[in-house]
């Protein structure tokens, strides 16, 4: 007798392995379709563009310890400045928390197996390599010195750098940007599982959703512009040339057409970020849900409206002045109201100092300073003598840093044992967390002091009276690189040594908390459990009691 036993296939229910453990080898990355993974992608590659924009930035730091300049001639400053400026926007920041962490959670959060477009999302991180690619070849061959705005007729007629090989690397992480943002628009409207209404979405589902619409629709208009500045370069058409019948004016308000929603590419995540955070650490659901909901949609749509701010002393008409700072100021209501409802969901919470939280309490203290100075930069009256001084420096530094890497980091350490499947050393996480915050304001708040006493930005050289502010920016700078790199060791170790996790350490809300850390390969071996955003008054369907905050 042969009792030969059959067994069914079952293709579609695959080993409950982790998502990174299933196959191995380059190519199984190189080639891979799962989010999780071109998460990992993005994140290693983003690290490498902090690390290039980070050594520019110690550079500039260094220079400006002396008043005659310390290290670097006025030509490899400015490239030294431009090369910052573009790596940290266009490669680090823009894609930072979307590509890594909405790339690894959106799905997991709606309860989907994967983007609505797998392979559309590896191409993105293709495209984004391949704009890198140049941006690095552009430095190799001698670099650019335009800044990164990129401002006409300097850098179509006169500079006499790569401006076409930076803009072509710019313009083609672009499509990267708005693939992106097509992908998760998609998922979010196609992929969400039976019950997640779009009242239930955690808040960073929200986020990515607003930063996706704002992707979408400003990046092309950035394309056009680095296009037509390439074309000007080549061909002199006269688009922004007067003496062939353009305007310089046009570009500017072509570039901060896009840029300035830019700027929210940047902040709407992060802002989705702490709202992830500051809930689960203070056990209390957040406070106004629905208004921090229309807060993201109402800063993605009138973040189009406010451009002109960047431009009140390049000649527009005095209506037009007033108009945008009117406009800039009505923005800063919603993110006041975000704001308010963080601080209203911390009172009465029982609050934990994990190290994320401290990330996430960073980033509201900074971004607050950062959109402060903002407001006073909106009031044209205070804007022309601040304008290119380093009034402004610290004003984008504090929201951008301040704001947005802080927040990346604190997502990086509350997903890190959802990611990872392991934990670190919070002793280590908490002291890199304050460092940060220490050195940061030490950097950058004495360039407030510097621009309200006249330094003016871009330049390598300066009076004498300066001084002292600069060694005191230069030294808080040493000690925010070191606080930078902490991480990096304690991150490192945890990956290899560090205990076990389990699927809920932080006993936080949300789906991506009903799998196993790290997730499989399909994110869930069962059916999650939908229940409303931030329910910590109930119990959690993976047996965590409820909080007991007051609601
Ligand atoms: C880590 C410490 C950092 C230091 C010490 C630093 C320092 C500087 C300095 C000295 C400048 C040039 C100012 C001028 O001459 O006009 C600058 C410009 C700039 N930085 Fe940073 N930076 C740091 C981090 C960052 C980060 C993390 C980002 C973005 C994520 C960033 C984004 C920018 C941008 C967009 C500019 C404007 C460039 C321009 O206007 O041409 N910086 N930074
Ligand atoms: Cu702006």
């Not at 490669?91 to 928390?97: E, R, T, V, W």
């Not at 902040?267 to 709202?275: D, E, F, Q, Y």
């Not at 900074?366 to 804007?383: K, N, V």
Request: glycine residues 10%; hydrophobic residues 50%; aromatic residues 16%.
């Amino acid at each position: 007798m042969n009792a030969t036993v059959i067994t069914p296939d079952l293709p579609e229910l695959e080993p409950p392995r982790s998502f990174y453990t299933y196959k191995s080898g380059l190519g199984s990355w190189l080639l891979t379709t799962d989010h999780k993974r071109i998460a990992i992608l993005y994140a290693v590659t983003i690290t490498l563009f902090f690390i290039m924009g980070g050594v520019a930035a110690a550079m500039m730091r260094i220079n400006l310890v002396e008043p005659q300049g310390a290290l670097l001639s006025a030509e490899t400053y400015n490239k030294t400045f431009t090369f910052h400026g573009v790596v940290m926007v266009w490669f680090f920041l823009i894609p930072s928390i979307p590509a890594t962490l909405g790339n690894f959670l959106l799905p997991i959060m709606i309860g989907a197996r994967d983007l609505a477009f797998p392979r559309l999302n590896l191409m993105s991180w293709y495209l984004f390599v391949i704009g890198g690619c140049f941006t690095i070849a552009c430095l190799l061959l001698g670099g650019v010195d335009t800044g990164w705005t990129f401002y006409t007729p300097f850098s179509t007629m006169f500079s006499n750098t790569n401006v076409i090989l930076v803009a072509v690397g710019v313009f083609v992480t672009g499509f990267s940007t708005i693939l992106t943002g097509l992908n998760f628009i998609v998922t979010t409207h196609k992929l969400r599982m039976p019950g997640m209404t779009w009242f239930k979405l955690p808040l960073f589902v929200w986020g990515m959703y607003a930063v996706s619409l704002v992707m979408v629709l400003a990046t092309p208009v950035l394309a056009m512009t680095l296009s037509l500045i390439g074309l000007e370069r080549i061909a002199q058409v006269g688009i922004f040339d007067p003496a062939l019948g353009g305007d310089p004016l046009l570009f500017q308000h072509m570039f901060w057409f896009y840029s300035h929603p830019a700027v929210y590419i940047m902040i709407l995540p992060a802002m989705g970020v702490a709202s992830e955070i500051i809930p689960c650490f203070a056990r209390r659901k957040i406070f106004g849900y629905e208004f921090m909901v229309y807060a993201l949609v109402g800063i993605s749509v009138i973040g189009f409206l406010v451009w002109g701010h960047h431009m009140f002393v390049a000649g527009m008409s005095p209506t037009a002045t007033l108009v945008f700072s009117i406009l800039s100021f009505a923005i800063a209501v919603p993110s006041a109201i975000k704001v308010f409802n963080w601080t209203a969901t911390l009172r009465r919470g029982r609050i934990t100092f994990e190290a994320p939280m401290l990330y996430a309490l960073g980033f509201v203290g900074l971004f607050m300073i950062g959109g402060m100075s903002g407001l006073m930069l909106a009031a044209p009256a205070l804007d022309i003598p601040l304008h290119a001084t380093y009034f402004v420096i610290a004003h984008f530094h504090y929201v951008m840093v301040g704001g947005t890497v802080m927040a990346y980091l604190g997502g990086i350490h509350y997903w890190w044992p959802k990611i990872t499947g392991r934990l670190y050393s919070e002793a280590w996480a908490r002291f890199a967390a304050i460092l940060m915050f220490f050195g940061f304001n030490f950097t950058f708040f004495p360039q407030y002091v510097l621009g309200y006493l006249g330094m003016p930005r871009r330049y390598h050289a300066y009076p004498p009276q300066f001084q002292t502010l600069n060694i005191l920016s230069s030294a808080g700078a040493s000690i925010l690189a070191l606080a930078y790199l902490i991480p990096v060791v304690y991150l490192g170790w945890s990956l290899f040594r560090g205990a076990r996790a389990g699927n809920n350490p932080w006993g936080a809300r949300g789906l991506e908390w009903q799998t196993t850390s790290p997730p499989p390969k399909q994110n869930f071996l069962e059916r999650p459990v939908v229940q409303k955003a931030y329910a910590y008054d109930e119990p959690s369907p993976d047996g965590q009691p409820a909080s007991g905050a007051t609601a």
